[in-house]
């Protein structure tokens, strides 16, 4: 008999639209130490930072840098505060562990990252801050990219510091996230519920029946995400932020975690719009992004060039690494450019479809 191949065809997606108050409040902390490499996000987001005491700039900074997965919600809380009385209530070494517990995460080491048993990992300040330094190293090195942030050797000892005395690290964390949220977060989150329980609903009534993973996610945040993911969960639960700008953040790689994407509000393409604020957000996304006179010399260069990689980029607009990297990857997210791979190079053409349709929506919101 002869061989046959057959090809299975895409696994399809279930689809949920929350709001997910938990994992909201915490990305909306994260972006506040992602001012340095991403260009785009919301005004909140600037304001913010800028508005912070530097003790609570340098423990925000501190938690999210170095021991985020601690601050990371670990199901569908309904409500921030709840997620924070939940780590109060916590076992202070299990809640350390859980921070670390990736260094010897036997994925890690298939994927070729060096990984560490924790004790070796916590026997010295010198063995934890060498090998995280180490792992930053390898990470952008996969990537094919130099670091965008110099690795803060300070920063890593206070993190050690607190990872050797668990009590207090719980207590920092915890006071830290009680204090932005009465201080910060809840009355931006009461602002602008109405505006993120608009985007869930109309998400949520389309048809996404026989739908892949892929297929979905570009339905939902408008970002074609095929060359950022190469696993695909069966379920994903979709959760519109007001601060995200055109990027997403993937929530999900924790064991019994559901995977979770976070994506700007905005309304499905054809759908009107109640809140003004919404329409007005989604908007101004795209046209941040097309208020720089060095993304609008990349543009006009790819009116010019079929494609241009990145390095020709940087010789072109004698930029550095990390200044063309935020704002091609601005670019890239609010969809002006479409991005693949050529070997290690990331490369880059015009997306003239997301021209015109920007066009069209200045058009509509200015009723013109």
Not at 38 to 63: C, D, F, H, Y
Not at 105 to 114: C, L, P, R, T, Y
Request: net charge negative; with cysteine.
């Amino acid at each position: 008999m002869a061989d046959q191949d057959f090809v299975l065809a895409p696994a399809t997606v279930r689809v949920r639209l929350a709001l997910e108050p938990a994992f909201n409040a915490t990305t909306s902390l994260m972006l506040l130490e992602q001012m340095e490499i991403r260009s785009g996000l919301s005004e909140w987001v600037l304001q913010t930072a800028a508005a912070l005491s530097p003790e609570r700039k340098s423990t925000n900074r501190l938690i999210f840098n170095t021991m985020g997965e601690i601050a990371i919600p670990d199901q569908g809380w309904s409500s921030f505060p709840a997620f924070v009385d939940h780590l109060a209530s916590q076992d202070a070494v299990a809640l350390r562990d859980r921070a670390i517990s990736w260094c010897q995460d036997a994925k890690m080491e298939e994927k070729g990252f060096e990984t560490i048993e924790m004790d070796a990992l916590l026997a010295s300040q010198s063995a934890y801050v060498g090998f995280m330094q180490r792992h930053m190293e390898q990470a952008y090195a996969k990537k094919g990219e130099e670091s965008e942030m110099e690795f803060d050797a300070a920063l890593y000892a206070e993190a050690y510091s607190l990872l050797i005395d668990p009590p207090a690290l719980q207590k920092r964390i915890v006071e830290h996230l009680r204090v932005m949220w009465n201080e910060v977060l809840q009355p931006d989150w009461e602002r602008n519920l109405p505006m993120l329980e608009e985007s869930a609903t109309a998400f949520q009534q389309l048809n996404y029946a026989g739908l892949t993973a892929l297929e979905a996610t570009r339905m939902i945040t408008g970002r074609d995400l095929s060359a950022a993911w190469s696993e695909w969960p069966d379920e994903i639960i979709f959760v519109p932020s007001a601060h995200i700008g055109p990027y997403v953040i993937r929530f999900g790689w924790m064991e019994n975690v559901a995977t979770r994407l976070m994506f700007g509000a905005r309304m499905p393409e054809g759908v009107r719009t109640v809140s003004p604020d919404l329409s007005r957000s989604e908007l101004l996304v795209r046209l941040s992004a097309l208020a720089d006179d060095t993304r609008l010399h990349m543009l006009e260069l790819l009116t010019q060039h079929q494609e241009l990689c990145a390095q020709d980029m940087i010789e072109m607009l004698k930029l550095s690494q990390s200044a063309a990297s935020r704002h091609l990857r601005q670019l890239t997210a609010t969809g002006y450019l479409l991005e693949r791979r050529r070997e290690v190079a990331k490369c880059y053409s015009l997306n003239p479809d997301r021209v015109a349709d920007t066009i069209q929506a200045l058009k509509r919101f200015l009723k013109t």
